[in-house]
């Protein structure tokens, strides 16, 4: 199955799903608004976003109430970003918000990223190659790394934390490691979430979403500054990664 092509006048918009409360980093305030040298990471990632040259407008995906939507509004008032931002509700699960902020795209958009707002300093290079590809004719990109480390394949476990049989070890040179912002044709991610919705499957990854309906994905290489800030070690490693950034180019 392949995708119409987006059109070259049409624009290009980012979705940010932040309406999760990000456990694993531990109580206080959701993941999004965790602050990373002094600044919500939801704000570096609008930021992120909006730095592309092909990225006109950025939606951001509040949590479903009321009040944190303002609040969201209020916080990104201030963030300088130079693209259009917009602030909608999103849904209890992260497919119900992705799909909350394509229902709030404008008609001329046809190529839309989707972006972890955990991935606070992926570089600019990175969210315009994505979006040059989709420009190109892909229907769906990815950015991805290498993976590293050995990775082993085990069969079903006793309790947790208990010694877990190797069935094998996985050939890791055909592995990577996706990142985001995630780049699709407008249609087809649509197509897709429309028919998650009526399998009630669910989703937390877009381009596999894309992939189950038959469309190509294709991989863009990622960055290693891309990384996802799930636990409390990865936050001291974005803040050492913002303090290089700073120290060497005032961003």
Same mark, same amino acid.
Request: a negative charge; proline letters at 9%.
């Given at each position: 199955?392949?995708?119409?092509?987006?059109?070259?006048?049409?624009?290009?918009?980012?979705?940010?799903?932040?309406?999760?409360?990000?456990?694993?980093?531990?109580?206080?305030?959701?993941?999004?608004?965790?602050?990373?040298?002094?600044?919500?990471?939801?704000?570096?990632?609008?930021?992120?976003? /909006?730095?592309? @040259? !092909?990225?006109?407008?950025? &939606? =951001?995906? *509040?949590? $479903?109430?009321?009040?944190? +939507?303002? %609040? #969201?509004?209020?916080?990104?008032?201030?963030?300088?970003?130079?693209?259009?931002?917009?602030?909608?509700?999103?849904?209890?699960?992260?497919?119900?918000?992705?799909?909350?902020?394509?229902?709030?795209?404008?008609?001329?958009?046809?190529?839309?990223?989707?972006?972890?707002?955990?991935?606070?300093?992926?570089?600019?290079?990175?969210?315009?190659?994505?979006? /040059?590809?989709? @420009? !190109?004719?892909?229907?769906? &990109? =990815?950015? *991805?790394? $290498?993976?590293?480390?050995? +990775?082993? %394949? #085990?069969?079903?476990?006793?309790?947790?934390?208990?010694?877990?049989?190797?069935?094998?070890?996985?050939?890791?040179?055909?592995?990577?490691?996706?990142?985001?912002?995630?780049?699709?044709?407008?249609?087809?991610?649509?197509?897709?979430?429309?028919?998650?919705?009526?399998?009630?499957?669910?989703?937390?990854?877009?381009?596999?979403?894309?992939?189950?309906?038959?469309?190509?994905?294709?991989?863009?290489?990622?960055?290693?500054? *891309?990384?996802?800030?799930?636990?409390?070690?990865?936050? #001291?490693?974005?803040?050492?990664?913002?303090?290089?950034?700073?120290?060497?180019?005032?961003?």
């Amino acid at each position: 199955m392949s995708a119409t092509n987006p059109e070259p006048g049409g624009r290009t918009a980012a979705v940010i799903p932040a309406a999760g409360r990000g456990v694993r980093l531990g109580p206080g305030a959701p993941k999004a608004l965790r602050a990373l040298g002094g600044t919500p990471m939801l704000v570096h990632a609008v930021r992120a976003m /909006a730095q592309s @040259r !092909a990225v006109t407008l950025v &939606v =951001v995906v *509040a949590p $479903p109430d009321d009040t944190a +939507v303002a %609040e #969201v509004q209020q916080l990104l008032a201030d963030s300088d970003a130079i693209a259009e931002v917009l602030v909608v509700p999103g849904g209890e699960t992260r497919q119900e918000s992705v799909r909350a902020g394509l229902d709030a795209l404008p008609a001329d958009v046809d190529v839309v990223l989707v972006h972890d707002a955990a991935r606070p300093l992926v570089p600019v290079d990175t969210v315009d190659a994505v979006a /040059a590809a989709v @420009r !190109a004719g892909a229907p769906a &990109v =990815v950015p *991805a790394m $290498p993976v590293t480390d050995t +990775v082993k %394949e #085990v069969g079903p476990g006793g309790e947790p934390g208990a010694p877990e049989p190797v069935l094998g070890t996985v050939d890791r040179s055909r592995l990577r490691a996706v990142q985001t912002p995630q780049g699709f044709d407008r249609d087809a991610l649509v197509a897709a979430h429309e028919k998650t919705a009526l399998e009630g499957d669910g989703a937390t990854d877009d381009a596999g979403m894309v992939e189950r309906q038959g469309h190509q994905v294709v991989l863009v290489p990622g960055h290693e500054e *891309a990384f996802k800030v799930t636990r409390p070690l990865d936050l #001291v490693l974005a803040e050492a990664v913002l303090a290089r950034r700073r120290a060497t180019s005032g961003f």
